[in-house]
C-alpha cells in the first residue's frame, strides 16, 4: 500500500533515470542518511564506535571496491590485504611528508596510488581467468606485504617497522591519532563512505558498469560486440583498487592508529572481505553493506552473548564463535545462494504488491 | 572512565556498605588463535593470581579485584574492542600481551589516561618515561633482551666475541625486528659478524634458513620467534646437528611447549628469561590449595609450573605491588586510574618483598622512576633439561649495555615524540 | 666443484623434497576438485582436524573435554589408554569417511549446480567450522605427534657425499620417507583410477556429471568417495607435518602452500600436482639461495606465486590443467 510503482509518474528523463524511482525508496534512502548523520553522532560512544561502526564503515568501502572487481566485472581477487596495505602505507606517506595538507587530500590520494598499483597487479587478468586469477592475486598480496616489511623507507626507518598515524585534523577537529572524538571519526569515515557509494552505484548503473557486467557474463562475447576486454577490466582493477586504497588508509588511519604489515594486511583480511561480498551478494552495492554489517556484527555480538550474557569462558566462546560463523556461512548459501542482496531485492518485490500476492 | 569512590573513610576495610568498590583489571589472553599454544599458560597465570588474593586476603587491601578477560586471538582488531568495552569499567592497567596490539594502544591509553604495562614485549623506546607517561615495560625489553644475551655469550668466551659469527634467525615482523639495530650496534663494537637471517610467518618451513646455517656454520644461533617458529627452529636445529648449547631464544622462545615437540633432541637449548621458573616458589602452595583444590583455576589447573605460567604470575605480582604502592601513596584502597600510574612509577620491587609473597627470587630488585619506565633491563640466561622436563637457570642477571641502548631509546623515542608533538614531562 | 654449486645442488635436492611435501597437500585439493568443481578451501583444516583427531586417538584423549568439564563442572581429560598408530590411522580414517559422508548430506547435496564460488564459499564456512569445531572437540594446546616416522640427518648420505664432495649433504629422513609415501600414494590414486570400477566412475562424474548419472553412476557415492579420500590424503599430509612441528593451529596454513603448486600444476591433474609441487619447491628454494641473500631473505612466500604467476602467463589453465574451452 505504501510502496507502491502506480501513480507515480516521471515527467522528465531525469526523474525516470534516477537510482531510486519508487518514492518509498528514495524516502527510506534519505531516512537512512539523516539518521547516520544527524541521529547517530549525538547518541554513540567510543565502544559502539570503535568496535562497530568504524569497522563496518570502513569494510563497507572495501566491500564495495570488491565487489565492483568480483561482483561486477568476475575477476575473482584475493589480493584486498595488500591493496588495504598499499592505501595504508601510502596515507602514512603522505601524512608525515606532508603534514599540512588535509587529511582528505591524503586519503584521496592514497586511493589513487592504490588504483595505479591495482592496474599493475591486475594485469595478469588479462591472460588468466576464474581461480587460477584469484590465485595469481595472492602473489599480489603476499609480495605487497613482504616489500612493506622489507624496504625501510615505507615505515620512516623506525626500529620496529610499525607504522603510527600522527594526528591531523578536518576542519579544526581532530579526526586521526588517539585524541580524535568517536563522532569525528564516526562522521568522517561515514562522509568518504557516502561518497564512495554514491560513485560506485552510479558506475555501475552507467555504461562502464554495463561494460564490467558483460565481461563477467560472457567475457568473448563481449569482445565481439565492442566491448574492450583491456580496459573493462584494467579500470575494474582501478576503480576497486581505488576504494579499496581509502578502505585501507581509513583503516590505518583512523580506526587503529597503528599497523603491523604483516598481522593487520595479511591473507586473512583478503578471506575477510571476499566472505563479505559473497554473503551480501555479488553485484550489489547494498549488498556489501550488508555483508560488511553480518561479518562485522555478528562476532561482536556472539562475543558479548556468549561471555558477557552467559558468562562463558572466553576461549570456549571463542570457538563456538568460529563454529556459528561457519554454520551460519553455510546454512546461509544453502538457503540463499546469492546473498543478502538477493533476500532484500525478493523482499521489496514481494512488499510492492502487498497485500496481493501477485 | 566513571569510578565509584567510596565515600571519606577511605579505610579500605569497608565492611558497613556492600562493596560496590573493587580494583577492576582487564586481561587481554589469547586462547585461541595461532599463539594459543603459548597464549593458554600464559592466560591462566595472571588469573590464578588475582584469584588467590581474592580467596586468600580477601583482595587488595581489602577491595576485591575484578578480572575481565578478554579473549583476542592475538589480533589488533579485538583487541581494540576488547580496549573499548573494558575501559568503562575503570581498568587499572592493561597488557595487551601482544607487541601488535601495543602500538595500537600506546596513544588510546595515553589519552585516556589508563596504564599500559607490556612486560618485556611491545614498544622499547618506552621505557623513556619523559615522553611515554602511561606506558611501562619493567622489568626489561627486548634492545636489554639482545644486549644481556651478547653480554652473556661475552662471558662464556672470556669477554671477546672478536671474530665470532652469530646468526640472529627472526620471526620476520615487527616483533622479530627489534633487536636488529641493537645486535648491528653489538656487533660493531664486539667485532663478531652478525648474520640476519629471517623466517616468514608462520614459519612452519625453514628448511632454507636451517640449510644456510648448516653451511655458514655460525658459532651462535639466536632466535627471536614466537609460536610454531620456535618449535619448528629447534627440530631443524636438531635435524642438521647444530649444537644445541649454541642456540638461545629470547623470552618467548624459551618454554616447555617449544621444547617438548622435539623431545630429547632439545636437551641443552638456552632461552633468555627476565623472571625465574618451576614451581618451587611458596606461593605455589596456597595457589594449590586455594585455587585449583577449590576448582578455582583458569584452565584446565595443568600448566601451573611452566614458564609462561610462571611469567603472567610475575606480570600479577608486579600489578599486585603497584596497587599496593598506589594504595600507600593516595591513602585510600579504592585507587583511580592516575593512582595506578603514580603507583606504577613508585614501584620498587626489593628481594624481601618477593619472600614476603611467596615469590622469593623470583626477578631481580628494581625500582621504577618517572624518567625510567624500563625497570634495570636485567636478563638471565636458563637450559631445557629434556629429561628432568625442566628449564634451569644458568646464569644470574645479566646487566646489559645501557650506555650503548640509551641513545638508541631516546633516539627513537625523540622521533615519537616529534611524530605526535609529545613534551617531556618530569622535569 | 666450487662451493657454491655443491651447495647449490644440495638446495636443489632439499627443494625436491620439500616440494613433495606440498604436493601431498596439493592432492587432496586436485581429487575434490576434479570430481566436483569444487575448491575445497577447508583442505588445510581437514589436515589439522585429522592430525588432531589421530593424536587425540593414540593418546586416549576424552573429546570435548573442556567443554564437559565446564558444563558439568567435571575434571575428566584422558581415558587412560594408549593406542599404537596404527589403529589410531585407521580410527582416524573411519572418522574422516563420516565426515566427508555428512559433508555431502548436510552442504553439498544442496548445493548441486551453483556456481563455483558460492561452493567456494561453503568450503570457506566448513573450513570456520571445522576449525571451531577442532579446537573444542581436542583443545587447543600444542600436541606432539609420533607415528614412528624417522627424523633428522640422513647419516648414510651425509657419509657418501662427503666422500664424494667432501661436503655432507643434509637430507631429512622424514623427507625421504614422506617422499616414498607420497609416491605409492600418487601410483595408487592412479592405479585406482585407471583400472577399478569407481574410479573409472569417479572420473566420468569429473568429465561430466549428467552422463556419468545417466549411465548409472551414483553421484553421492562418488562424492563421499572422493571426500574421503581427500580425507586420507590429508591425514597423511598431516601426519607428515604434524611430525616436523607438532600438531596445532599453523598445521592448517599448509593450505596456503599448495595454492601456487595447484596454480601451476592444474588444479585438475595428480601428475600435475607432483611435478607442480616438485617445480614449486625447486624453485623457491632455489631462489631463495641465490637471490634471497642479495633482496634481504624470507623471499620463500611469495616467490612461489609469482613462479606459478610465470607459468600461468604462458599456459592460463596451468601445465597439466584441462584446457578451459570457452563457448560464446
Known amino acids: ?358 | 572512565m566513571k569510578f565509584k569512590l567510596l565515600a571519606a573513610a577511605a579505610s579500605s576495610i569497608a565492611m558497613a556498605t556492600p562493596v560496590l568498590a573493587d580494583l577492576v583489571l582487564p586481561w587481554m589472553s589469547y586462547r585461541t588463535g595461532p599463539y594459543a599454544v603459548a597464549g593458554i599458560p600464559l592466560a591462566d597465570g595472571y588469573a590464578d593470581y588475582l584469584t588467590l588474593l581474592n580467596e586468600r586476603d580477601g583482595g587488595i587491601g581489602g577491595v576485591p579485584v575484578r578480572l575481565l578477560e578478554c579473549e583476542t586471538g592475538y589480533n589488533t582488531e579485538k583487541g581494540v574492542e576488547c580496549y573499548e568495552s573494558t575501559k568503562a569499567e575503570g581498568s587499572l592497567v592493561y597488557h595487551p600481551l601482544s607487541t601488535g596490539i601495543t602500538y595500537q594502544l600506546i596513544p588510546k591509553v595515553t589519552a585516556d589516561g589508563i596504564a599500559l604495562h607490556s612486560m618485556g614485549y611491545g614498544r622499547t623506546s618506552a621505557a623513556n618515561g619523559k615522553i611515554f607517561s602511561n606506558i611501562f615495560n619493567y622489568p626489561a625489553n627486548y634492545w636489554t633482551a639482545a644486549s644481556a644475551g651478547v653480554n652473556y655469550l661475552l662471558n662464556e668466551n672470556s669477554g671477546s666475541l672478536d671474530g665470532k659469527h652469530i646468526a640472529l634467525l627472526y620471526h620476520n615482523s615487527a616483533y622479530g625486528k627489534e633487536p636488529i639495530r641493537t645486535l648491528e650496534e653489538l656487533s660493531k663494537k664486539h667485532k663478531f659478524e652478525l648474520t640476519l637471517i629471517p623466517v616468514d610467518h608462520p614459519g612452519q618451513e625453514q628448511k632454507s634458513q636451517w640449510l644456510q646455517i648448516r653451511r655458514e656454520r655460525p658459532d651462535y644461533v639466536i632466535m627471536w620467534g614466537f609460536g610454531v617458529m620456535n618449535q619448528v627452529a629447534i627440530q631443524e636445529a636438531a635435524n642438521v646437528r647444530f649444537p644445541m648449547e649454541n642456540f638461545i631464544g629470547n623470552w618467548w622462545a624459551g618454554a616447555e611447549h617449544d621444547v617438548i615437540p622435539a623431545g630429547d633432541v632439545a636437551d641443552g637449548y638456552k632461552s633468555l628469561v627476565m623472571n625465574d621458573t618451576g614451581s618451587d616458589f611458596d606461593i605455589y602452595a596456597d595457589i594449590q590449595k586455594y585455587v585449583v583444590d577449590a576448582g578455582k583455576a583458569a584452565g584446565a589447573g595443568d600448566n601451573l609450573g611452566t614458564v609462561m605460567y610462571n611469567r603472567s604470575l610475575y606480570m600479577a605480582f608486579l600489578t599486585h605491588m603497584a596497587i599496593v604502592k598506589a594504595q600507600e601513596i593516595t591513602g585510600t584502597a579504592d585507587i583511580s586510574q592516575a593512582d595506578m600510574i603514580k603507583g606504577m612509577e613508585a614501584l620498587d620491587i626489593t628481594d624481601a618483598l618477593m619472600a614476603e609473597h611467596g615469590l622469593a627470587n623470583v626477578g631481580p630488585a628494581f625500582s621504577v622512576s618517572c624518567e625510567n619506565h624500563g625497570g634495570p633491563g636485567l636478563g638471565a640466561v636458563s637450559q631445557w633439561d629434556a629429561s628432568a622436563g625442566k628449564w634451569k637457570l644458568i646464569s644470574g642477571y645479566l646487566e646489559a649495555d645501557m650506555g650503548l641502548i640509551n641513545p638508541l631509546i631516546q633516539a627513537d623515542s625523540q622521533a615519537f615524540a616529534k611524530e605526535n608533538n609529545i613534551s617531556e614531562r618530569c622535569n | ?328
Not at chain 1, 606517506?93 to 599493475?120: N, Q, R, W, Y
Not at chain 1, 586504497?245 to 599497523?259: D, E, K, M, R, T
Open chain 3, 1 to 328: 666443484m666450487p662451493e657454491q654449486v655443491i651447495f647449490g645442488m644440495e638446495v636443489f635436492l632439499n627443494g625436491l623434497m620439500a616440494g613433495v611435501l606440498y604436493a601431498l597437500v596439493a592432492l587432496g585439493f586436485v581429487l575434490i576438485y576434479k570430481a566436483s568443481g569444487i575448491f575445497n578451501y577447508a583442505q588445510g583444516v581437514m589436515a589439522l582436524f585429522s592430525a588432531m583427531t589421530l593424536v587425540g586417538m593414540m593418546n586416549g584423549q576424552v573429546p570435548f573435554s573442556h567443554l564437559i568439564n565446564a558444563v558439568f563442572g567435571t575434571d575428566i581429560h584422558h581415558f587412560g589408554w594408549h593406542l599404537p598408530a596404527l589403529i589410531g590411522i585407521l580410527l582416524t580414517m573411519a572418522i574422516m569417511v563420516l565426515l566427508a559422508w555428512l559433508v555431502q548430506k548436510i552442504i553439498f547435496k544442496h548445493l548441486v549446480n551453483q556456481e563455483p564460488i558460492i561452493l567456494f564459499m561453503a568450503t570457506i564456512g566448513l573450513a570456520y567450522f571445522m576449525e571451531g569445531f577442532g579446537d573444542l572437540m581436542w583443545g587447543g594446546e600444542i600436541k606432539k605427534l609420533d607415528v614412528g616416522i624417522p627424523q633428522g640427518i640422513n647419516l648414510w648420505i651425509d657419509e657418501a657425499t662427503y666422500n664424494i664432495f667432501d661436503y655432507g649433504f643434509f637430507i631429512d629422513n622424514l623427507d625421504i620417507f614422506a617422499t616414498i609415501v607420497a609416491a605409492i600414494l600418487v601410483l595408487a590414486l592412479v592405479a585406482f583410477s585407471q583400472y577399478t570400477k569407481q574410479g573409472r566412475a569417479m572420473r566420468a562424474v569429473a568429465d561430466d556429471h549428467q552422463a556419468a548419472l545417466s549411465v548409472g553412476v551414483s553421484l553421492n557415492f562418488i562424492w563421499v568417495m572422493v571426500w574421503s579420500l581427500a580425507g586420507f590424503v590429508a591425514l597423511v599430509a598431516g601426519i607428515m607435518w604434524g611430525t616436523k612441528s607438532g600438531v596445532q593451529f599453523s598445521l592448517s596454513l599448509i593450505a596456503l602452500k599448495a595454492l601456487p603448486v595447484l596454480m601451476l600444476g592444474g588444479f585438475t591433474s595428480i601428475p600435475g600436482a607432483i611435478v607442480g609441487g616438485l617445480i614449486i619447491g625447486v624453485g623457491e628454494k632455489m631462489f631463495e639461495f641465490l637471490v634471497g641473500p642479495l633482496i634481504g631473505g624470507a623471499t620463500e612466500n611469495w616467490f612461489a606465486y609469482v613462479l606459478a604467476l610465470l607459468f600461468l602467463v604462458f599456459r592460463p589453465q596451468g601445465l597439466f590443467g584441462e584446457k578451459i574451452i570457452e563457448r560464446v
Open chain 1, 1 to 358: 500500500m505504501l510502496y507502491r510503482e502506480a501513480g507515480d509518474f516521471k515527467t522528465t528523463y531525469k526523474e525516470d533515470n534516477q537510482t531510486f524511482p519508487i518514492k518509498f525508496d528514495r524516502y527510506r534512502y534519505y531516512f537512512v542518511l539523516i539518521v547516520a548523520f544527524l541521529i547517530i553522532p549525538f547518541w554513540i560512544n567510543d565502544y559502539w564506535v570503535n568496535a562497530i561502526f568504524l569497522p563496518f564503515l570502513i569494510y563497507s568501502i572495501a566491500a564495495i571496491g570488491l565487489n565492483i572487481l568480483v561482483g561486477y566485472c568476475g575477476q575473482v581477487s584475493l589480493g584486498t590485504g595488500g591493496f588495504m596495505a598499499v592505501g595504508a602505507y601510502a596515507v602514512y606517506k603522505l601524512m608525515t611528508a606532508f603534514p599540512d595538507v588535509s587529511i582528505m587530500i591524503h586519503v584521496v590520494l592514497a586511493g589513487a596510488i592504490t588504483a595505479c598499483v591495482g592496474v599493475l597487479f591486475g594485469l595478469p587478468s588479462l591472460r588468466i581467468k576464474g581461480f587460477y586469477l584469484a590465485v595469481a592475486t595472492l602473489a599480489a598480496q603476499f609480495f605487497l606485504v613482504w616489500i612493506f616489511n622489507r624496504v625501510p623507507w615505507f615505515y620512516n626507518y623506525s626500529a620496529s617497522g610499525q607504522i603510527n598515524a600522527p594526528e591531523r585534523t578536518f576542519f579544526g577537529v581532530p579526526v586521526t591519532g588517539a585524541n580524535a572524538d568517536s563522532w569525528a571519526t564516526y562522521l568522517f569515515c561515514l562522509i568518504i563512505l557516502t561518497v564512495c557509494g554514491i560513485v560506485a552505484r552510479n558506475l555501475t548503473r552507467g555504461s562502464i558498469g554495463r561494460k564490467w557486467m558483460a565481461i563477467r557474463d560472457m567475457d568473448i562475447a563481449a569482445e565481439i560486440i565492442g566491448v574492450n576486454p583491456l580496459s573493462a577490466k584494467l579500470s575494474a582493477f582501478a576503480v576497486s583498487s581505488f576504494f579499496i586504497g581509502i578502505s585501507g588508509a581509513l583503516f590505518f588511519g583512523v580506526y587503529l592508529g597503528a599497523v603491523e604489515v604483516g598481522e593487520a594486511f595479511g591473507i586473512n583480511k583478503s578471506f575477510l572481505v571476499l566472505f563479505m561480498i559473497i554473503i551480501g551478494g555479488l553485484g550489489s552495492i547494498f549488498g556489501s553493506f550488508a555483508g560488511a554489517a553480518f561479518l562485522v556484527l555478528l562476532p561482536v555480538l556472539l562475543k558479548n552473548l556468549f561471555v558477557a550474557g552467559l558468562g562463558w569462558q572466553p576461549d570456549l566462546a571463542t570457538h563456538l564463535e568460529f563454529m556459528i560463523v561457519g554454520g551460519l556461512i553455510i546454512l546461509f548459501l544453502v538457503v540463499e545462494p546469492h546473498g543478502i542482496a538477493q533476500l532484500w531485492r525478493l523482499a521489496k518485490e514481494k512488499l510492492r504488491l502487498w497485500p496481493f500476492p501477485y
